[in-house]
């Protein structure tokens, strides 16, 4: 098969299209033709080499993608194949052909466009996961969630909201508060304003239940600090590039819960809440609560241009890189 390879990490990694065989799936998994892959921070940290793990290269980029199965395990039900399905992997998926293992992957409802797909389980299942699982959000209460236009930010807006919450947004630039808005927050904070914890009492007038945070950096005691007693600050990652430090004589005094959120544990850990999760997930999606979509739909030409922009914290929502045709190409200009 055809598939794009990363031969060298960095901040512009080596990146080249090559013929490698096509993978073949073991008792519990599935062989997906892909369609588009949906693109996150995750990617850019992979590919610097900078994340815990570190791949042996080369190695196919891309971790969130939508695809028709096309064969399956022995211990997978054939009558899957044929059927449109979101999965994520460690990686594999900028390619013709990519692996998922059971429970790393959901059928979707009839009609879901494959740009959907791809830009829905890896994000929704980690807001969901955070929310509900860790957070244990009630209708009426106040979510406030931090780099809210972010691909797990703008999945936690959409996620709080069918849950019933009201969404208070907080992002860096005008455009992505009015995409915030768009995607069905009650509030947006501008927090690169000194005084933004004041604006957020101002605009809620009530202490906050959760924070959403998958920024970390000076933020996150700001964020705590707008906590009401028995609030939840749920750590979702650190896009800002620092861990945020929060002084632990504040939980105390606010009686207040740290939570750490990790979906890939969670998934890894405890396969079958992790299928019922996923369940729950596509229950949302097929009733119309959740309406996950690509910001913006691109070629496979410009995966380093999406990085590139993911770095600088200049992009909104989720890319997502359509596949079809792209690997009749002999490079990627």
């Not at 980029?61 to 997978?76: K, L, N, Q, S």
């Not at 907080?170 to 508060?177: F, G, I, V, Y």
């Not at 922009?309 to 909104?316: G, N, P, Q």
Request: hydrophobic share 45%.
């Amino acid at each position: 098969m055809r598939a794009l390879i990363c031969t060298a990490f960095g901040d512009e990694p080596s990146l080249e299209l090559a013929d490698v065989p096509a993978p073949k799936p073991g008792p519990n998994e599935v062989l997906v033709r892909v369609e588009a892959v949906g693109v996150g921070f995750f990617d850019t940290v992979l590919l610097a080499g900078r994340y815990q793990e570190k791949p042996d290269l080369p190695m196919i980029p891309g971790r969130e993608f939508c695809g028709i199965v096309e064969a399956g395990g022995r211990d997978i039900d054939p009558a899957l194949v044929g059927r449109r399905v979101a999965g994520t992997a460690f990686g594999g998926c900028l390619a013709e052909f990519a692996l998922a293992k059971r429970g790393h992957f959901a059928v979707l409802p009839e009609g879901t466009p494959s740009t959907t797909g791809a830009a829905f389980l890896s994000s929704y299942a980690t807001a969901l996961y955070s929310l509900e699982s860790c957070g244990h959000v009630r209708p009426g209460e106040v979510v406030l969630v931090l780099g809210a236009a972010g691909t797990v930010g703008e999945a936690s807006i959409d996620v709080a909201k069918a849950l019933g919450a009201t969404v208070v947004a907080a992002a860096s630039t005008e455009e992505k508060r009015a995409h915030c808005l768009r995607r069905g927050a009650d509030n947006v904070i501008d927090y690169t304003r000194p005084d933004w914890r004041r604006a957020l009492t101002a605009a809620v007038g009530r202490p906050v239940n959760i924070v959403v945070d998958p920024v970390g950096g000076s933020l996150s005691e700001t964020a705590f600090r707008s906590l009401g007693p028995g609030g939840r600050f749920l750590v979702v990652g650190f896009a800002d590039g620092e861990i945020g430090r929060i002084p632990l004589n504040l939980p105390l005094l606010k009686r207040a819960s740290i939570v750490g959120v990790d979906w890939g544990g969670f998934m890894q850990a405890e396969p079958e809440a992790n299928e019922r999760l996923l369940a729950r997930l596509v229950g949302l999606l097929a009733d119309g609560l959740i309406r996950p979509s690509p910001t913006s739909t691109r070629a496979l030409s410009e995966f380093p241009d999406v990085l590139a922009e993911l770095r600088r914290r200049a992009s909104i929502g989720k890319p997502v890189i359509v596949l079809e045709g792209a690997f009749s190409k002999n490079n990627l200009q």
